[in-house]
């Protein structure tokens, strides 16, 4: 025999008040992450600092603007590195988004058999697992050959211009940008496609009720309306490259110089930390660290930069 059970107004009233309490216990939890995080992130910073301190008293502000780098005479500038990282960074980018974007809007906008769209992102994803030190070993073998070859062409018929105006010699500036840019690509592919996901299907059938074709409707509604998140994927993407290292490292030829030739080896702030720090000691160690603290800079720079945007734009 059936029992209807009714609750009591006390009854109602304790679970009112425990899911109040466990609201609060998850806002206030949220919020100790949070602080945490922030703690770790200026504990890094102090710690940095603290390990440069000794060249930041020394070169100062003259550190960002020289070029020479001397062990032997403990001479140190970070100019050619900052040059390098933020060069390297931008061919990558320059390369990975209208690719990465293109991806997304053939992965998101079913132009393919959902079977083949599967496989795709799958294949895409699996590109951001694979190890930094693979795509050196890649880049060595086989990106540098060709690479090697193509530089030899846009020398020999546009060494005219100052881009192209070095020989290549194998590593250097432009193979260390495509191997960003293939690194970032499934960064800028994914975010972008899930930012293309989650708009409305209204948007889409709107705009087609209207008239508009179907690439009008990406170019002209879709796009625009999903900006935000592209732009934050961009920006994502932008400090990936700026902290990578192995790869860069194995691929740009480790010169500490600027050369404004993409065909010539250069160098970044990363690749020279990894190339230097194991053998460093002295004054050297403190301009590595003061050169790592830069890094932190430029990047933390890069993430307020991608949050101030995504405001504006929504």
């Known amino acids: ?24 216990s998850f806002i206030w939890l949220t919020r100790i992450f949070a602080l945490a995080i922030t703690g ?4 890094i910073a102090l710690q940095i600092t603290i390990a440069a301190w000794p ?9 960002l603007f020289t070029s020479n780098w001397n062990p032997v005479n403990n001479e140190y500038g970070v100019l050619p590195a900052i040059y390098g990282t933020l060069m390297s960074s931008l061919i990558g980018l320059i390369l990975a ?3 990465g974007v293109g991806t997304a809007i053939l992965l998101s906008e079913d132009l393919l058999p959902s079977k083949v769209q599967l496989v795709l992102v799958f294949l895409v994803e699996l590109l951001a697992a694979i190890p930094s030190v693979v795509y050196g070993v890649w880049g060595i073998f086989v990106l540098v050959p060709i690479l090697t070859d193509l530089g030899k062409w846009l020398h020999g018929s546009l060494g005219w211009l100052p881009i192209f105006s070095s020989a290549p010699t194998g590593p250097g500036m432009l193979p260390a940008g495509v191997i960003l840019a293939i690194m970032t690509l499934p960064i800028i592919t994914a975010i972008s496609r899930d930012a293309l996901i989650s708009l409305p ?14 690439w009008e409707t990406i170019f002209q509604v879709i796009i625009p309306a999903a ?5 934050s994927a961009v920006m994502l993407a932008l400090g990936r490259a700026m902290g990578e290292t192995m790869a860069v490292t194995m691929l740009i030829g480790n ?17 020279l930390l990894a190339s230097q720090f194991a053998e460093a000691n002295g004054l050297q160690v403190a301009a590595l660290m003061y050169a790592a603290l830069v890094l932190f800079v430029l990047t933390m720079i890069v993430n307020i930069l991608a949050e101030f945007i995504v405001a504006r734009v929504q």
Do not use: C, H, Y
């Open 97 to 99: 988004i209208p690719i």
């Open 201 to 214: 299907s209204s948007l889409r059938q709107a705009a087609l009720a209207v008239g508009a074709t179907r």
């Open 227 to 231: 900006f935000s998140g592209i732009a």
């Open 55 to 63: 060249a930041i008293q020394k070169f100062g502000i003259n550190f």
């Open 255 to 271: 010169a500490n110089n600027i050369n404004i030739s993409l065909l010539a080896p250069s160098n970044t702030i990363s690749s």
């Open 1 to 24: 025999m059936a029992t209807n059970f009714q609750e009591t107004p006390l009854t109602m009233k304790n679970r009112s008040e425990l899911d109040r309490n466990l609201d609060w």
């Open 40 to 43: 770790i992130l200026l504990w």
